[in-house]
């Protein structure tokens, strides 16, 4: 179908004006338009006469939807959307109204977007967390990771029913058997239902802070953030090179905060008295064993171990790995 503009744009010549005509009756009689006519029979012909570009949209963008190209290529005036037409009483007459409507795809991106910004990492991998997840991929890679993956598994299904409690996991196995893998993806599930979420790849988090230590703003942005998210997930800890104040003066603030009030999770290679005994020594002050014990009294009581039991998958092709 021709252009109405270009139609009109040429209404001078007198056999350009007969193939106008043709192609209204074209319009009017096409399979939509007649279906409108159908579910709407107050619409008369003359009143559809007046919203003939309303109805040349709608026909040229639906056809555009039918053989779409992708929302990359798409053709309609605003693309992801096409054109929806309504009838409606105005001033006790009907009336046609055109509104823009997001696609199927434009809405699935829409929804992956607003999953992606309740989703926020510090210095682990974006495409960690932009992969796809395959459930049963999950549960099948190694048999022995099925008691952990299907505790973790009841605990997103009861955050969905019932949401969050206060406790969250302490997730600790050898390298490479996919803690931060399983981590992104409770993260994942839980942004679909709502809630927000950290993730901080801990030893490349306590190096940063001895340079943004010295800038106040940023240094209370970034611990406010992490204090008031909803899931809060300290990946890899017990792997960064410590020192008092970080342990101390942000760490020790943000679990004091988040305890009894927020889920906060972990992924590490120790169990957890191996953990106190990496926070209880410093690069600085060597052991101070008391500390330990003080950080420990925030993470202990508001988790729930599990050990991930299975296969090194780095390095093996397709494999996630933590």
């Known amino acids: 179908m021709e252009s109405m503009g270009e139609v009109l744009r040429s209404m001078n010549n007198p ?3 007969l193939r106008s005509r043709d192609l209204e009756h074209e319009l009017l009689n096409h399979p939509l338009v007649l279906r409108l006519r159908e579910e709407h029979p107050e619409m008369d012909e003359s009143r559809l006469r007046l919203h003939l570009s309303r109805l040349y949209q709608y026909v040229e963008e639906s056809r555009n939807c039918a053989n779409c190209p992708g929302l990359e290529r798409c053709p309609n005036d605003f693309p992801g959307h096409y054109s929806k037409l309504t009838v409606e009483s105005a001033s006790g007459f009907p009336d046609l109204y055109e509104r823009k409507t997001a696609c199927p795809l434009q809405i699935a991106r829409d929804n992956q977007e607003r999953i992606r910004k309740r989703i926020r990492s510090f210095y682990v991998d974006e495409r960690v967390l932009s992969e796809g997840y395959d459930e049963i991929e999950i549960m099948g890679k190694d048999p022995r990771r099925a008691p952990a993956v299907g505790r973790l598994f009841r605990y997103i299904e009861s955050a969905k029913e019932t949401g969050l409690p206060a406790r969250g996991m302490y997730l600790y196995g050898s390298f490479g058997t996919g803690k931060t893998f399983l981590m992104c993806y409770l993260l994942h599930e839980l942004a679909i239902a709502g809630f927000s979420g950290v993730i901080v790849y801990m030893p490349d988090f306590v190096e940063e802070l001895k340079t943004i230590m010295t800038d106040g ?39 004091n905060y988040r305890m009894n009030r927020k889920p906060t999770f972990y992924t590490s290679n120790y169990p957890l008295d191996g953990l106190e005994k990496h926070l209880s020594f410093t690069s600085k002050d060597g052991e101070e064993v008391y500390k330990g014990q003080r950080l420990m009294n925030r993470i202990s009581p508001y988790v729930e171990v599990m050990q991930l039991v299975g296969e090194n998958q780095r390095g093996y092709s397709g494999g996630h790995s933590s």
């Not at 909803?230 to 020790?252: K, M, Q, S, T, Y």
């Open 217 to 255: 703003q940023k240094l209370k942005e970034t611990v406010d953030t992490m204090k008031n998210c909803d899931l809060l997930i300290f990946d890899d800890i017990g792997a960064e090179n410590l020192n008092p104040w970080a342990r101390d003066h942000v760490l020790g603030p943000i679990l």
């Open 15 to 17: 056999a350009l004006r």
